[in-house]
């Protein structure tokens, strides 16, 4: 059984019920397991990426990149820092044949104001944000802060690892616009 989600499951008993998990999450084996990788995209999507390219008036290297620019930049395991991409969003954006913000779409963003207080401030801190490996790595999401939550939700990702910290960051045009989105009409609705 492998099971998903946006926070670490917690084994709830000594006895019985869900006791024997294993926590791949940050496994260098697994980094890619939940994500589509550029080869991956460029072996299996070429047909929809040619349409892509051909209804923006784009080469297919553009395409490319600008697949790459919004859906893209996601990382799951410092010793294994392979580029991950959107699997939701890039589909839709593959079948569509357009560049969209379907992240707004996945459901995180209800919740965002409710973990992150003074949002407009903390804005600024996203692209380089400290959280130390243990909290990283074994908490759940009710327990470690914003930082945290954001990046169980898919708002911030891995971008590197030293001593253990790691450096979290926004990872697309994709998140940023759709956090800035958030921030502009939480600031017109107070």
């Not at 690892?161 to 956090?179: F, Q, S």
Request: charged share 20%.
């Amino acid at each position: 059984v492998f099971i998903t989600g946006i926070t670490k499951f917690t084994q709830i008993s000594l006895f019985s019920v869900l006791n024997n998990l294993s926590n791949i999450s940050f496994d260098p084996e697994y980094a890619a397991i939940c994500g589509i990788t550029k080869e991956e995209m460029l072996r299996n999507f070429k047909p929809e990426i040619n349409k892509l390219a051909v209804s923006k008036g784009w080469t297919f290297d553009e395409a490319v990149a600008q697949l790459t620019a919004y859906y893209d930049g996601y990382h799951f395991c410092h010793e294994n820092m392979v580029d991950i991409f959107n699997p939701f969003c890039l589909i839709n954006a593959l079948a569509d044949s357009k560049l969209k913000n379907y992240w707004a779409s996945s459901g995180a963003t209800s919740l965002l104001p409710k973990f992150v207080d003074d949002m407009e401030i903390k804005m600024k801190n996203f692209e380089d944000c400290p959280i130390d490996s243990d909290t990283l790595e074994t908490s759940d999401v009710t327990g470690g802060g914003a930082e945290l939550f954001l990046y169980q939700s898919g708002y911030l990702t891995i971008k590197s690892y030293t001593e253990g910290i790691y450096m979290l960051g926004i990872p697309n045009h994709e998140v940023r616009k759709a956090l800035y989105k958030i921030v502009f009409d939480i600031e017109h609705h107070l």
